[in-house]
């Protein structure tokens, strides 16, 4: 069983390559249904995707759409963090960000990795 | 992890709650049958169709990971019908 387990699925790619950006999605929504604790971190281009709106527009082909895999991690008690320096030099603020979301620093996600029993990264 | 059955070991499976995942894209069945067991009593049996070949392999790791029971696959018309008990 998953009982116990922890992944911390991080994102960097944006919505200008969906097959990169779906992926961790993917990842973390199997986890999810699989009852494994799932922290998805978001750093670099990949803040844009939890900037609201634009996980609407990523449709990557064999996947399941964006949107959807992240409201089904959402739903199944999934928790997103975001880089806070990665969305100010894009000039998003908390605001901006899909409901739930969390902007903090590095130290959360040192945080959040040292106590991982297992860490993605895209 | 296939376990090939046959259509009187289904019959005696009883009542199942089907999920039907056909056409669904990875991870897509999964989170069917994750979404839909909440809905069924524990010790009862799930069935996910799915017309997606790799999909037997990603429930049956599902549910062994999420505490069920795999009972196995038998094919139908373009698609499997994949067997589960619920554990917890």
């Given at each position: 069983?998953?009982?116990?387990?922890?992944?911390?699925?991080?994102?960097?790619?944006?919505?200008?390559?969906?097959?990169?950006?779906?992926?961790?999605?993917?990842?973390?929504?199997?986890?999810?249904?699989?009852?494994v604790?799932?922290?998805?971190?978001?750093?670099?281009?990949?803040?844009s995707?939890?900037?609201?709106g634009?996980?609407e527009?990523?449709?990557?082909?064999?996947?399941?759409?964006?949107?959807?895999?992240?409201?089904?991690?959402?739903?199944?008690?999934?928790?997103?963090?975001?880089?806070?320096?990665?969305?100010s030099?894009?000039?998003i603020?908390?605001?901006?960000?899909?409901?739930?979301s969390?902007?903090?620093?590095?130290?959360?996600?040192?945080?959040?990795?040292?106590?991982?029993?297992?860490v993605?990264?895209? | 992890m296939?376990?090939?059955?046959?259509?009187?070991?289904v019959?005696?499976?009883?009542?199942?709650?089907?999920?039907?995942?056909?056409?669904?894209?990875?991870?897509?069945?999964?989170?069917?049958?994750?979404?839909?067991?909440?809905?069924?009593?524990?010790?009862?049996?799930?069935?996910v169709?799915?017309?997606?070949?790799?999909?037997?392999?990603?429930?049956?790791?599902?549910?062994?990971?999420?505490?069920?029971?795999?009972l196995?696959v038998?094919s139908?018309?373009?698609?499997?019908?994949?067997?589960i008990?619920?554990?917890?």
């Open positions: 069983m998953a009982e116990g387990k922890k992944f911390v699925v991080m994102a960097t790619h944006g919505p200008d390559n969906p097959e990169m950006a779906t992926l961790p999605f993917v990842m973390g929504a199997a986890a999810a249904a699989a009852d604790e799932v922290v998805m971190g978001f750093q670099g281009e990949g803040v995707l939890v900037k609201s634009v996980a527009t990523i449709n990557a082909p064999g996947f399941r759409p964006l949107a959807e895999l992240l409201q089904t991690i959402r739903e199944f008690g999934g928790t997103f963090l975001v880089g806070g320096p990665c969305i030099s894009r000039g603020v908390e605001a901006d960000l899909v409901e739930g969390h902007v903090v620093t590095a130290g959360r996600f040192v945080a959040e990795i040292a106590s991982a029993t297992n993605l990264w895209y | 296939t376990t090939q059955l046959t259509d009187a070991e019959s005696g499976l009883g009542e199942t709650t089907v999920v039907d995942a056909r056409g669904a894209a990875c991870p897509g069945p999964m989170i069917e049958a994750k979404k839909a067991m909440s809905g069924v009593a524990v010790g009862a049996v799930m069935e169709w799915s017309s997606d070949s790799q999909t037997q392999e990603d429930v049956g790791i599902w549910t062994e990971m999420a505490g069920h029971t795999y196995g038998i139908a018309r373009g698609y499997e019908r994949i067997f008990r619920r554990g917890k």
